[in-house]
């Protein structure tokens, strides 16, 4: 969530003004939203890579990416899974 908030009113995106309507919070998810994600997902991962290589017999195979999780999870509810934006 807090990835999806930054790309939504960060100072890159948002003017500090009232908005006309009430925003969705997932629908609408643009590119740089899902490039906050993305970038936010492959820190997990590196973390996750690192602390693998560390840690003889630590298994953290379903710490997924998040593009993943939402296949895993919404796997058949969605027209389009190719990208993170197109699940989201």
Known sequence: HPGVMYGRWCPEKWDGQPVAQKPLFYQGVE?????????????????????????????????????????????????DDSTLKACM
């Open 31 to 79: 590119e740089f939203t899902e490039s906050v994600l993305m970038g936010l997902t492959n820190e997990v991962q590196a973390i996750k890579k690192k602390m693998e290589e560390m840690i003889p017999g630590l298994d953290l195979k379903d710490a997924c990416t998040l593009h993943q999780w939402y296949k895993d999870c919404y796997g058949g509810q969605m027209t």
